[in-house]
């Protein structure tokens, strides 16, 4: 078969370990995957395979605002966001979601079609919308000139806009409109998509009671995914104290039980590797995804950039709000998160786990994020030091 690619190595599924491991790519789809002797049982020919150190599937990124000097916010055309897109798939994301940020309706709706010109086009795996509906005390980048008070009505503009490639929105769940009969995180579970809480100054309870309202409205049949999620926990959200418990026990107790997502963007710098660590110690691998918040700087050098309406200063590789300071988002690639959070002290198994399956469950997909016979042929390639060698998509070399 002229399309079929063998590879041979350290195989990290997405779920599990395979220390002398075969993959085997048949065009666009996984033929096999399995211990060399079981590949050879089978009659797949690995004299000529591929020998590298580690194979994993590629990459799934569910918090993205832009990268190779592009913003998703700022591109008013599918090209200008194109950019950005191929920036983290070169860097091993085979699946990206884009972000938005909090912007005047008009804007999200322009932008949102500009979005799902290129998720029906398969080049994103859909849209997500940070804000407007968050908290003032606790916007980070957000322009809290722009954030508003919630809307379900627009929620289904939005919807109407991205259709079934709505994926998520982030919400503050103390704002009155968010949660409840007839509000936003209902709104958006009627139109496919996931409410996200974050940005959030909620008191001890409140984000408890949403994360359990949601998973609840997330049982029916034919959702996208059975967990909401949160949004990069731990940033944008009142902190853990022993005497103000704030909402980030809520987020990691539902994580723990199975009834949320948490995101974590383990950069190194938005939360300490020893954390993150710890996180996954806690609550599972398969309760946490890792995601990059990345915006235009992912894979540039330090500058002035936009995200969004606001300026943004990167210096030695930390973006933040020109006036004002706040952390605007990062500027690593999902496979540096990787490498990072595997010098951390997070095996490699939960690291990978937490960057391709985990996520993908929350895009309710089954064909990318995994290596599994029939599933999309996106794998990732690295060296001993978990460094890029290769990445393909549907079995074609990324260039």
């Given at each position: 078969?002229?399309?079929?690619?063998?590879?041979?190595?350290?195989?990290?599924?997405?779920?599990?370990?395979?220390?002398?491991?075969?993959?085997?790519?048949?065009g666009?789809?996984?033929?096999?995957?399995?211990?060399?002797?079981?590949?050879?049982?089978?009659?797949?020919?690995?004299?000529g395979?591929?020998?590298?150190?580690?194979?994993?599937?590629?990459?799934v990124?569910i918090?993205?605002?832009?990268?190779?000097?592009?913003?998703?916010?700022?591109?008013?055309d599918?090209?200008?966001?194109?950019?950005?897109?191929?920036?983290?798939r070169?860097?091993?994301?085979t699946?990206?979601?884009?972000?938005?940020?909090t912007?005047?309706?008009?804007?999200?709706?322009?932008?949102?079609?500009?979005?799902?010109?290129l998720?029906?086009?398969?080049?994103?795996?859909?849209?997500?919308?940070?804000?407007?509906?968050?908290?003032?005390?606790?916007?980070?980048?957000?322009?809290?000139?722009?954030?508003?008070?919630?809307?379900?009505?627009?929620?289904?503009?939005?919807?109407?806009?991205?259709?079934?490639?709505?994926?998520?929105?982030?919400?503050?769940?103390?704002?009155?409109?968010?949660?409840?009969?007839?509000g936003?995180?209902?709104?958006?579970?009627?139109?496919?998509?996931l409410p996200?809480?974050?940005?959030?100054?909620?008191?001890?309870g409140?984000?408890r009671?949403?994360?359990?309202?949601?998973?609840?409205?997330?049982a029916?049949p034919?959702?996208r995914?059975?967990?909401?999620?949160?949004t990069?926990?731990?940033?944008?959200?009142?902190?853990?104290?022993?005497?103000?418990a704030?909402?980030?026990?809520?987020?990691?107790?539902?994580?723990?039980?199975?009834?949320?997502?948490?995101?974590?963007?383990?950069?190194?710098?938005?939360?300490?590797?020893?954390?993150?660590?710890?996180v996954?110690?806690?609550?599972?691998?398969?309760?946490?995804?890792f995601?990059?918040?990345?915006m235009?700087a992912?894979?540039?050098?330090d500058?002035?950039?936009?995200?969004?309406?606001?300026?943004?200063?990167?210096?030695?590789?930390?973006?933040?709000l020109?006036?004002?300071?706040?952390?605007?988002?990062g500027?690593?690639?999902?496979?540096?998160v990787?490498?990072?959070?595997?010098?951390?002290?997070?095996?490699?198994?939960?690291a990978?786990?937490?960057?391709?399956?985990?996520?993908?469950?929350?895009?309710?997909?089954?064909?990318?994020?995994r290596?599994?016979v029939?599933?999309?042929?996106?794998v990732?390639?690295?060296?001993?030091?978990?460094?890029?060698?290769?990445?393909l998509?549907?079995?074609?070399?990324?260039a």
């Open positions: 078969m002229a399309n079929k690619v063998v590879l041979r190595g350290r195989v990290l599924t997405g779920t599990t370990e395979i220390r002398d491991g075969a993959v085997v790519l048949d666009p789809r996984i033929a096999f995957v399995g211990e060399v002797s079981e590949a050879q049982a089978a009659g797949h020919d690995l004299a395979a591929r020998a590298v150190p580690v194979v994993t599937p590629g990459l990124d918090h993205c605002h832009g990268g190779g000097g592009a913003s998703f916010p700022d591109a008013e599918a090209a200008t966001a194109m950019a950005a897109v191929l920036e983290h070169r860097a091993g994301t699946t990206l979601v884009a972000s938005l940020v912007a005047a309706p008009e804007t999200l709706l322009q932008r949102s079609g500009v979005l799902v010109e998720a029906e086009a398969g080049e994103i795996a859909g849209a997500h919308l940070e804000g407007p509906f968050v908290s003032v005390e606790r916007c980070g980048a957000q322009d809290p000139a722009l954030i508003q008070a919630p809307s379900a009505d627009l929620v289904r503009e939005v919807a109407q806009v991205l259709g079934r490639h709505f994926v998520t929105m982030t919400i503050a769940p103390e704002k009155d409109g968010n949660v409840g009969e007839g936003v995180a209902e709104a958006l579970i009627d139109a496919g998509a996200s809480y974050g940005h959030t100054d909620a008191a001890a409140e984000m009671v949403a994360l359990d309202e949601a998973h609840e409205r997330l029916a034919g959702v995914s059975a967990r909401p999620t949160v990069h926990l731990f940033n944008g959200m009142r902190p853990l104290a022993h005497r103000e704030g909402p980030i026990a809520d987020c990691l107790s539902a994580a723990a039980r199975g009834r949320a997502v948490v995101e974590l963007v383990a950069d190194g710098m938005h939360v300490h590797p020893a954390l993150v660590r710890d996954i110690e806690m609550v599972g691998a398969e309760n946490v995804a995601v990059t918040d990345a235009a992912a894979g540039m050098a500058g002035s950039y936009r995200l969004g309406s606001q300026d943004v200063t990167v210096l030695d590789g930390v973006a933040r020109t006036v004002g300071g706040a952390i605007a988002g500027t690593a690639r999902l496979s540096d990787l490498r990072r959070t595997v010098r951390g002290g997070v095996p490699l198994v939960d990978v786990r937490s960057a391709t399956h985990t996520p993908a469950t929350v895009l309710g997909r089954t064909d990318v994020g290596l599994e029939g599933a999309r042929a996106d990732l390639l690295l060296d001993e030091e978990l460094r890029v060698l290769d990445v998509r549907g079995g074609e070399i990324v």
